[in-house]
T-cell receptor
Framework: AQSVTQLGSHVSVSEGALVLLRCNYS??????LFWYVQYPNQGLQLLLK??????LVKGINGFEAEFKKSETSFHLTKPSAHMSDAAEYFC?????????????FGTGTKLQVIP | GAVVSQHPSRVICKSGTSVKIECRSL??????MFWYRQFPKKSLMLMAT?????????EQGVEKDKFLINHASLTLSTLTVTSAHPEDSSFYIC?????????????FGEGSWLTVV
């Protein structure tokens, strides 16, 4: 079975400060890992993804994440927070199971950016 | 990028009636579509997975007869909430996986807010 854990349902950072959103997963097979962002009253938007290859992946809006197999982690970072980054962020694991794709989401982390 | 459209974005219906939500992949063929429900202050819950031309696979605890899912074509899946109850009020999101999907990327619709009164 696969699972995703996001530590901290709410994270507050000052504008210009480092953003770090944590995501740990469990999976019996190599997973595909994703980060999605959800702005208020909107759907989900893909930020970045890891499938194979380079473990440090860069996404939109200056975000990046590093896949660390030994730590089963895929933390999301951004060097300098902007007010427009305030949103809810979801980590997701996607596995192919029996020919079907199964998506498991973390519980989400709401990011607040303080001026 | 790939676009998934959901309609309606907001709908209000009376208790006991049925409401249909459409999910369309606008610029790609989707072999698999997923339906999620998002409860307030909680994460997304996968309701069911539908593959074109076959019956949907429902997650444990999701009532098949209440949440009817049809994936009639490679670009359209529908979710029908039957005999709607106020407890069904929620944010419903669909996603679609393209026929050719490098890295298994899936794309999400904007979601549909359902309010049952």
């Amino acid at each position: 079975a696969q699972s995703v854990t996001q530590l901290g349902s709410h994270v507050s950072v000052s504008e210009g400060a480092l953003v770090l959103l944590r995501c740990n997963y469990s999976s019996s097979v190599p997973p595909y890992l994703f980060w999605y962002v959800q702005y208020p009253n909107q759907g989900l938007q893909l930020l970045l993804k890891y499938t194979t290859g380079a473990t440090l992946v860069k996404g939109i809006n200056g975000f990046e994440a590093e896949f660390k197999k030994s730590e089963t982690s895929f933390h999301l970072t951004k060097p300098s927070a902007h007010m427009s980054d305030a949103a809810e962020y979801f980590c997701a694991v996607i596995l192919n199971s029996g020919g079907y794709q199964k998506v498991t989401f973390g519980t989400g982390t709401k990011l607040q950016v303080i001026p | 990028g790939a676009v998934v459209s959901q309609h309606p974005s907001r709908v209000i219906c009376k208790s006991g009636t049925s409401v249909k939500i459409e999910c369309r992949s606008l610029d790609f063929q989707a072999t698999t579509m997923f339906w999620y429900r998002q409860f307030p202050k909680k994460s997304l819950m996968l309701m069911a997975t539908s593959n074109e031309g076959s019956k949907a696979t429902y997650e444990q605890g999701v009532e098949k007869d209440k949440f009817l899912i049809n994936h009639a074509s490679l670009t359209l899946s529908t979710l029908t909430v039957t005999s709607a109850h106020p407890e069904d009020s929620s944010f419903y999101i669909c996603s679609a996986r393209p026929r050719r999907s490098p890295g298994n990327t899936i794309y999400f619709g904007e979601g549909s807010w359902l309010t049952v009164v």
